[in-house]
């Protein structure tokens, strides 16, 4: 019987299932990885020195290529900082996901008010950009808006329920309501962050009481003859 002896190197090589990619998708997935690279870049320029500092040229310089490669990715500075404001609605989203829900929805709510404020505290250079009009030249668009829909979500959530289980009135529209609470609490980080409520402990205690009046308000919209029935 004749034995026929197989080398190493004349083995078929194990298929590692990596599926071989034309040269249009290779091409694209290496133009996603580079703008993320660059979307990084611009948001540790954004948190480290604000969104003034935020520029094509020092974003270039912090990856070391030429403008014109920023340019040919994002068009110009508008559309950079789209993608610096979708990062900012992940990062709000995530927030507001790690809230724990509460079978207590005003509770939640209130739990959802400060998760917005720690947002604004931790990453103030998200929230100028996305609501303080940092960029003067960017105006969101509706992907962008979308972003921030999708990143206040839980709110929205929240508000249906309790409008279902009878805890907050239902005669208003939900999106007006989110968008009153969204309005408040908008206003006092504004004020505070223009040097109107003195330092960060004082504007937070007038947070608080603000999203403690109008959980309250909200919640009591629904049940005028409560205190009635008490009695």
């Known amino acids: 019987m004749k034995v026929i002896l197989i080398r190493s190197e004349d083995k078929p090589a194990p298929s590692t299932g990596r599926?071989?990619?034309?040269?249009?998708?290779?091409?694209l997935q290496n133009t996603e990885n580079l703008r993320k690279l660059v979307v990084d870049a611009a948001a540790a320029i954004l948190q480290e020195e604000g969104p003034e500092a935020v520029t094509v040229r020092k974003v270039s310089q912090r990856m070391?290529?030429?403008?014109?490669?920023?340019?040919?990715?994002?068009v110009n500075k508008e559309g950079l900082a789209q993608q610096l404001y979708?990062?900012?609605?992940?990062?709000?989203?995530?927030?507001?996901?790690e809230v724990p829900v509460s079978s207590?929805?005003?509770?939640?709510?209130?739990?959802l008010g400060e998760a917005f404020w720690q947002f604004g505290q931790e990453h103030s250079s998200y929230y100028k950009l996305m609501f303080g009009g940092?960029?003067?030249?960017?105006?969101?668009?509706?992907?962008?808006?979308?972003?921030?829909?999708?990143?206040?979500?839980?709110?929205?959530?929240?508000?249906?329920?309790?409008?279902?289980?009878?805890l907050i009135s239902d005669q208003e529209e939900t999106g007006a309501?989110?968008?009153?609470?969204?309005?408040s609490l908008h206003g006092v980080?504004?004020?505070y962050m223009g040097g109107f409520l003195g330092d960060a402990d004082a504007a937070?205690?007038?947070?608080?009481?603000?999203?403690?009046?109008?959980?309250?308000?909200?919640?009591?919209?629904?049940?005028?003859?409560?205190?009635?029935?008490?009695?």
């Not at 309501?177 to 309005?183: E, K």
């Open 189 to 191: 980080i504004h004020l």
């Open 104 to 111: 207590d929805l005003l509770q939640h709510l209130l739990d």
């Open 64 to 74: 070391g290529c030429s403008t014109k490669i920023i340019y040919s990715l994002f």
């Open 134 to 166: 940092a960029f003067a030249e960017f105006k969101p668009d509706a992907e962008s808006m979308q972003g921030t829909l999708t990143a206040i979500r839980q709110l929205q959530v929240l508000i249906i329920t309790a409008q279902q289980q009878g």
């Open 86 to 97: 979708l990062e900012g609605c992940k990062i709000l989203a995530q927030r507001f996901e």
């Open 204 to 231: 937070h205690t007038i947070y608080k009481q603000t999203m403690v009046l109008l959980s309250r308000a909200l919640f009591a919209a629904s049940t005028p003859d409560r205190g009635a029935d008490r009695r």
């Open 19 to 27: 599926v071989l990619k034309t040269y249009q998708e290779a091409r």
């Open 177 to 183: 309501l989110v968008a009153a609470i969204w309005s």
